[in-house]
């Protein structure tokens, strides 16, 4: 199955200075921060279920873990928006650190899904676009892609210009590459957190907490992980214990 390189974060005019490509400070002052969506209808209320999915996150950057644990609560409040929960698992980078870790010892698959947030050298590894701050793999059949990741060095960088929390920053990259992989194909949108570039107006929005998943996005994630909950339970049905 090939998988092709989908979902690019891209920083746009973020990294030139000004990073709003020559707009005029009336014209800057002029672009009001919206504020969220309406939040969604508490799903235990409504009696329906609500979707879930997990997330394995391999920590190759060394990042914190309370730095770690900081983006994992900000992603989770994301999807938390939408109605959707999210279990996230840091997860062992090597063989014999896995019984420090019984909770990954699970089937990776259409539910469970990988999130890589790589050091530099894996970023160079991977050759991204100049300005790309992660990227989801999708599988060219069209199945579930169930790979992403996150370059955390240029998120590191970023966020020192901007003066924005770094753990605040790298939940909502791991929300947006996350939201490609439950979204696929052609998820970029002109608002909301599956938007790009992201300028000033966004990163307001970010650090006020009101990047989030647009309506039409979050229905359609609804429906793909609840797909995806049904092919993950019929793969663990089929995999023989001990193989």
């Given at each position: 199955m090939g998988l092709v390189s989908r979902g690019c974060l891209l920083a746009g005019l973020l990294w030139n200075a000004g990073s709003l490509g020559g707009m005029t400070r009336a014209a800057q002052s002029d672009r009001r921060v919206p504020g969220p969506p309406e939040f969604l209808p508490d799903a235990a209320a409504t009696g329906v279920s609500v979707p879930r999915f997990t997330v394995l996150v391999y920590n190759y950057a060394?990042?914190?873990?309370?730095?770690?644990?900081?983006?994992?609560?900000?992603?989770?409040?994301?999807?938390?928006?939408?109605?959707?929960?999210?279990?996230?698992?840091?997860?062992?980078?090597?063989?014999?650190?896995?019984?420090?870790?019984?909770?990954?010892?699970?089937?990776?698959?259409?539910?469970?899904?990988?999130?890589?947030?790589?050091a530099a050298s894996m970023t160079q590894r991977m050759q991204p676009d100049q300005e790309s701050f992660g990227f989801a793999l999708q599988p060219e059949d069209g199945s579930f892609g169930t790979v992403a990741n996150v370059f955390s060095d240029r998120a590191r960088e970023l966020?020192?210009?901007?003066?924005?929390?770094f753990g605040m920053?790298?939940?909502?990259?791991?929300?947006?590459?996350?939201?490609?992989?439950?979204?696929?194909?052609?998820?970029?949108?002109?608002?909301?957190?599956?938007?790009?570039?992201?300028?000033n107006n966004e990163l307001e929005m970010l650090q006020r907490g009101f990047m989030v998943f647009m309506p039409a996005e979050v229905e359609r994630m609804r429906t793909s992980i609840r797909a995806r909950e049904v092919a993950q339970r019929t793969l663990e049905a089929t995999v023989v214990p001990g193989n």
């Open positions: 060394g990042i914190s873990r309370g730095t770690l644990a900081e983006a994992e609560l900000a992603a989770n409040r994301i999807f938390e928006h939408a109605g959707i929960g999210t279990d996230w698992l840091d997860c062992p980078l090597y063989p014999y650190q896995a019984a420090d870790h019984p909770a990954c010892l699970v089937t990776p698959g259409p539910a469970r899904l990988i999130l890589r947030i790589t966020v020192i210009r901007r003066r924005i929390a920053m790298l939940g909502h990259l791991m929300a947006h590459e996350v939201g490609h992989l439950l979204l696929s194909i052609g998820a970029h949108s002109s608002v909301g957190i599956m938007h790009v570039p992201w300028h």
